[in-house]
């Protein structure tokens, strides 16, 4: 496992030069496993079991899973590090648990191992959906989303978003196999070059497998500025258009069910963080996030669990 540490900004100091070989162990649910001889998390959450918040105030430690999704989760200099990883070291340093360890996995099998006890939540920055909320409880919303696409440097065939693709002719997109990006090109009937991880995703529009790349604009524009030798671009950000609905999207941390007082616990100090702006930026500043992703409270994790957008 990997153990995050206060030298946060030290960590982001080094990435230009690591992150490539950081984001290439992403694709391994296997990288980095310490799981106990049970399989369970040695956070304290097996799968049935109620986890509380005194069991891991007592343990000391929390285990969270991760994608390898830069910049929410992802390992670097041997680190953990991120966003989301920012947040959880600030909420449940509060809640009086000082150690925050990371359990890599693929994207698409986070839940499924959330529910087999590998670890005690996801710290993943994952998109709130109704798919997902019948299979696991979210924290309120943490970041706000928006989407772009990786293009060929030059963009030559003029894609500007999700529509675009679907009206060019033989447009091979990538997508991150259990990422929104992926929902959205099912709902247009497309069909996607499904990667593991977002340096996949990358590696496929530069070696030609795919024309475009569509991931949150956050995690691609991040990419592109750490691999400035890459030649690729990233359009401009866009909320998703589907059956002429927008497509407003937000992430969050995601529970066991039946792990509900921990969650409100989690939610209570989430709630000091994003409802201050400066709170908010000295928190996810220094990994690219602004106040446009901050959640306002416009968006509810209900609303978002019930598909009611409007």
């Not at 247009?188 to 790349?213: I, S």
């Not at 000295?282 to 509810?300: C, K």
């Amino acid at each position: 496992m990997m153990t995050t540490t206060s030298r946060r900004k030290a960590a982001i100091a080094s990435l230009a030069g690591a992150l490539a070989l950081g984001l290439a162990a992403c694709g391994s649910s296997d990288d980095g496993d310490d799981t106990g001889a049970d399989g369970g998390a040695t956070g304290g959450g097996e799968a049935g079991d109620v986890l509380t918040l005194e069991q891991l105030q007592e343990d000391g430690t929390i285990t969270v899973g991760f994608a390898g999704e830069a910049p929410y989760s992802f390992q670097e200099g041997g680190e953990l590090t991120g966003a989301t990883v920012a947040l959880h070291e600030r909420i449940w340093g509060e809640l009086g648990i000082d150690n925050v360890e990371g359990q890599q996995a693929e994207f698409g099998q986070l839940i499924q191992g959330l529910n087999a006890g590998r670890f005690d939540v996801i710290a993943a920055g994952m998109s709130i959906l109704p798919e997902r909320c019948e299979q696991a409880s979210f924290s309120d919303p943490e970041f706000m989303y928006t989407t772009a696409l990786m293009v060929e440097e030059g963009n030559p065939l003029g894609l500007s978003d999700m529509q675009s693709i679907a009206d060019a002719d033989g447009v091979q997109m990538a997508a991150m196999t259990g990422a929104i990006e992926s929902t959205y090109a099912d709902s247009l009937g497309l069909e996607t070059l499904q990667v593991g991880n977002p340096q996949d995703g990358m590696d496929a529009v530069v070696n030609g497998r795919a024309d475009v790349f569509a991931l949150t604009g956050i995690s691609l524009n991040w990419m592109a500025d750490n691999n400035p030798d890459a030649p690729v671009e990233v359009t401009e950000s866009f909320v998703a258009v589907i059956d002429g609905e927008e497509q407003v999207g937000a992430g969050g941390t995601v529970f066991r069910d039946a792990d509900t007082d921990l969650r409100d616990a989690y939610n209570e100090e989430l709630a000091k963080i994003v409802g201050d702006e400066a709170t908010y930026l000295e928190v996810v500043g220094d990994f690219g996030f602004t106040a446009e992703e901050r959640p306002t409270g416009d968006l509810t994790t209900e609303q978002l669990c019930a598909g009611d957008l409007g």
